[in-house]
């Protein structure tokens, strides 16, 4: 059975500081994983998609690495600014399903 | 090309009452997702749908709850004779048909809030 697991479950940072955010899963025979931000009460942000077949994905200050056979994605986010503060959320994609991580909440004080 | 829509945005019901969730996907899209988030829990796979078929239902509870996604129209996420366990945000994703690589697209969810 696949279990996601997200670490740390909270992180808070200063504004300007380069981050990462950790997700591992159990069973690496997955098709994708995805990184999600998600605002308090408000919907799903996709982020990033990375391919089984692919090492990492980049978009902006993101970067999301995946090293499918240890189990362990990465996302990382230079220079951290205020309006990144969220609950990041790693799902990994299995045979017809997402299995989602609790998420680590992140706050990035000015 | 709109995204996925979910109405409503919120819903209020009182115990024992019906709330009716809808899921319009991405135009070209035949494959549903719903999922829910209770509050303070991560997000829980529910039914996997394509059109006119439950093809994975395995999260959804056993009582009460039911999914469909007909030939024409949204597909449905039923929940009868709701109580206040029920209350969570359930989103609803969609699919172009293929393989299970192709990405989700996720609605903004509908939060349902039961009193």
């Known amino acids: 059975k696949q279990e996601v697991t997200q670490i740390p479950a909270a992180l808070s940072v200063p504004e300007g500081e380069n981050l990462v955010l950790n997700c591992s899963f159990t069973d690496s025979a997955i098709y994708n994983l995805q990184w999600f931000r998600q605002d308090p009460g408000k919907g799903l942000t996709s982020l990033l998609l990375i391919q089984s077949s692919q090492r990492e994905q980049t978009s902006g200050r993101l970067n999301a690495s995946l090293d499918k056979s240890s189990g362990r994605s990465t996302l990382y986010i230079a220079a951290s600014q205020p309006g990144d503060s969220a609950t990041y959320l790693c799902?990994?994609?299995?045979?017809?399903?997402?299995?989602w991580g609790l998420g680590t909440s992140l706050a990035v004080n000015p | 090309n709109a995204g996925v829509m979910q109405n409503p945005r919120h819903l209020v019901r009182r115990r024992g009452q019906e709330a009716r969730l809808r899921c319009s996907p991405m135009k070209g899209h035949s494959h549903v997702y719903w999922y829910r988030q209770l509050p303070e829990e991560g997000l829980k796979f529910m039914v996997y749908?394509?059109?006119?078929?439950?093809?994975?239902e395995s999260g959804m509870p056993k009582e009460r709850f039911s999914a469909e996604f007909p030939k024409e129209g949204p597909s449905i996420l039923r929940i009868q004779q709701v109580v206040r366990g029920d209350s969570a945000a359930y989103f609803c994703?969609?699919?172009?048909?293929?393989?299970?690589?192709?990405?989700?697209?996720f609605g903004p969810g509908t939060r349902l809030t039961v009193t």
């Open positions: 749908l394509q059109k006119e078929n439950i093809i994975d």
């Open positions: 994703a969609s699919s172009p048909p293929g393989t299970n690589s192709y990405e989700q697209y």
């Open positions: 799902a990994v994609r299995g045979n017809r399903k997402l299995i």
